[in-house]
């Protein structure tokens, strides 16, 4: 599992809701919120897959962050548990997605200049 900066991601997000220019971004990270929420409804995996498609074929650093992740050494801070394993692959995508995008906002505003300086650990 990959851990990003809070403080980097909290700064992205109200800068995406401040910044008219960032409408877009809003609206995609709006849509996998709703993916998130509708996924165990009729149609729910379907439509997830279908959005995590859309986004990682619209944001291409989604994959450079898991790809940059990949290297990262694992380690587990004390106190720090991981996600619940049951989980269906697709909310993980979905969560990777909306990292993702925060991680190209970060970039495309010159707040980082790396993917590495978003990822804080990988467990």
Do not use: W
């Amino acid at each position: 599992m990959i851990h990003f900066k809070q403080n980097l991601t909290n700064q992205a997000l109200s800068m995406i809701k401040e910044q008219k220019e960032l409408s877009d971004v809003l609206s995609d990270l709006s849509r996998i919120e709703q993916a998130k929420n509708d996924l165990y409804t009729h149609d729910g995996i379907q439509r997830a897959q279908n959005l995590d498609s859309e986004m990682r074929k619209k944001y291409p650093i989604i994959d450079v962050m898991l790809n940059t992740a990949n290297r990262f050494k694992p380690m587990v801070p004390a106190n720090v548990r991981s996600a619940p394993m049951n989980e269906p692959e697709e909310m993980t995508r979905l969560q990777q997605d909306r990292c993702g995008i925060i991680c190209d906002t970060l970039l495309k505003k010159q707040i980082t200049s790396s993917v590495e300086e978003y990822i804080d650990y990988v467990d």
